[in-house]
């Protein structure tokens, strides 16, 4: 047995330890001191502590002995009588280890040490077990006795505390490294997005967007070209985090460096050639879907690509509605796949919208899909309310939506504001010969804005100026001191309407049906402005209202 000078000398030790213990900041030299010290404070031949290593736990094992250290052996989870103290976390003091049938022989195989006694010794904080210690072949006797177990045990809480504070500040340091590190994956990701708003000519352009983490999969984009069309869209690459993040840098920088293209190509070719390049970057199962937009300015054309996300919208002065577009595949998955597009005028709406499903897929705590009924009610526009205010409301509602949600994606939604001034829609004139270009002019810069097609154009500009110059002609007569007439256009997705109204004689549908009377019938009586006026108008209608005569001249786009 230990005599009382030794177990002060043990105590002192003891004593020493702790006080080293609270300012080591270092596991390996917390392990190395702690072995140093802890044959002293046991007085045994050899101490070794075992700590959990790797996913399967299996115990690593450090020791006084250096042929030990050195071949860095494990204890399987479960094996030796460490395996077994750590699993049931309970003192086990043994004076002949080599007979007890759960010794763990690898380990005194690999040096020349006789194992005779062994006291091992759970680290435990609370109830969780945090690693093994053994002390073997005590000095000072035979086997360990209850002192020594529990000078062993005192020993022992000290370093579980220590292990788990140094845990703590490990998982601490690593966390502030992460958060370092997101932090910096978000400033660089942020610096693949453009501006969130921005003015292109007559064109605004607003965004909003917010991951669903730190750094996530989702995109916008816009790009003015040097013919003065804009390139712009949303996309979302499929999967989360870094990954993602990284697809994102790719389609991003891929679509900054081919948005030239659309200077000679549509939008579907534009798309078509996009998803080459990006099979060539993307990993097999990557994908990216986008949505994009390439807006002409001067044409007042919109051409709409849609690859996996949900359609567009736009605002036709009362409601938001879906434009009808064809729907492809993502980019990423084939190089041989091709793309559709819709045409569509600029003036089909003052405001559009794009957006990713996150908007749409977000659930709230009863389990309801914003896409559900919650879309459309922030989509309305109060009465006399601003249409340009629904990316504010929308994103209001589907943050108050989204609140508790369990699952959120990312999410992000574009808008295209058309500020132009529309041209008249009604011209009022004297008729002449010389006023008819007037006519001509109204018509031009009407279709022009409305985005209608230059044979169109052509078309209805003819058609319109025949009617003025008959009118002027017949409908007058030379001494006529009133020669007032109005022009008012408009149009719908499906046609233009044009209405024309003067004061003079009139003809009636059957006058104009006797007029273009074809040969074969008679003498044809009309000239050959009527007949150009029927061959241009899918619809011609004369009339008399009270005290003015109107010809209704409808064209189907």
């Not at 390439?294 to 879906?322: H, I, M, N, S, Y």
Request: aromatic residues 6%.
């Amino acid at each position: 047995m230990s005599n009382p000078q030794s177990t002060e000398s043990r105590q002192a030790v003891l004593i020493d330890v702790a006080r080293r213990l609270s300012c080591t900041h270092d596991l390996g030299e917390l392990v190395d001191h702690i072995l140093q010290r802890s044959r002293e404070v046991m007085d045994c031949e050899v101490c070794s502590i075992l700590l959990p290593d790797g996913p399967d736990e299996d115990l690593l094992i450090r020791s006084t002995l250096d042929p030990i250290n050195s071949m860095e052996i494990r204890v399987p989870k479960g094996k030796g009588i460490a395996g077994d103290v750590y699993a049931t976390k309970k003192v086990v003091n043994i004076e002949d280890a080599l007979s007890d049938p759960r010794h763990f022989r690898p380990a005194s195989d690999k040096s020349d040490l006789v194992t005779r006694a062994m006291l091992t010794i759970p680290l435990l904080d609370g109830g969780h077990c945090v690693g093994v210690m053994q002390a073997i072949n005590p000095n000072h006797s035979a086997s360990f006795t209850a002192q020594d177990v529990e000078m062993f045990e005192t020993f022992g809480s000290l370093i579980a505390v220590t292990l788990l504070r140094l845990e703590s500040q490990k998982k601490a340091i690593q966390e502030a490294e992460t958060r370092q590190q997101l932090s910096l994956a978000t400033e660089i990701q942020n610096s693949f997005l453009p501006a969130p708003q921005v003015r292109l000519g007559d064109i605004a352009v607003e965004s909003f967007y917010e991951p669903a983490s730190e750094v996530g999969g989702d995109f916008f984009f816009w790009h003015q070209i040097d013919d003065g069309k804009i390139l712009l869209g949303v996309g979302d690459v499929c999967g989360k985090g870094l990954p993602a993040a990284l697809d994102m840098a790719r389609g991003t920088t891929l679509i900054a460096s081919t948005a030239h293209l659309c200077t000679t190509m549509n939008l579907a070719e534009w798309m078509t050639t996009l998803n080459r390049r990006l099979c060539g970057v993307m990993k097999a199962g990557r994908f990216i879907a986008i949505n994009a937009m390439l807006v002409c300015p001067r044409t007042r054309r919109v051409q709409l690509c849609c690859a996996g996300l949900p359609g567009a919208r736009v605002f036709d002065g009362r409601l938001w509605k879906e434009v009808q577009a064809p729907g492809n595949v993502p980019l990423g998955i084939s190089c041989a796949a091709s793309y559709e597009e819709a045409e569509l005028p600029l003036s089909t709406g003052r405001h559009w919208m794009i957006f990713t499903d996150g908007i749409l897929e977000v659930q709230n705590s009863a389990g309801e899909y914003f896409e559900d009924h919650a879309m459309e009610q922030a989509l309305q526009v109060p009465s006399g309310g601003d249409a340009g205010m629904t990316l504010d409301r929308l994103v209001k509602q589907w943050r108050t939506f989204s609140q508790g949600a369990a699952y959120q994606d990312d999410a992000t939604v574009l808008t295209v504001t058309d500020h132009s001034a529309p041209p008249p829609a009604e011209l009022a004139l004297t008729c002449h010969p010389e006023t008819l270009r007037l006519v001509r002019e109204f018509i031009e810069a009407w279709a022009c804005y409305h985005g209608l097609r230059d044979d169109i154009t052509g078309l209805i500009v003819l058609g319109c100026d025949e009617v003025m110059s008959n009118i002027c002609k017949y409908a007058y007569c030379s001494t006529s001191a009133e020669r007032s007439a109005c022009c008012r256009i408009g149009s719908d997705s499906e046609s233009v309407r044009i209405l024309i109204e003067h004061h003079g004689a009139g003809l009636t549908n059957e006058d104009f049906q006797k007029l273009i009377t074809p040969p074969s019938a008679g003498e044809r009586i009309g000239g050959l402005g009527l007949h150009v006026i029927r061959e241009v108008f899918d619809s011609v209608d004369f009339r008399r209202e009270t005290d003015r005569s109107v010809i209704e001249l409808v064209k189907r786009l």
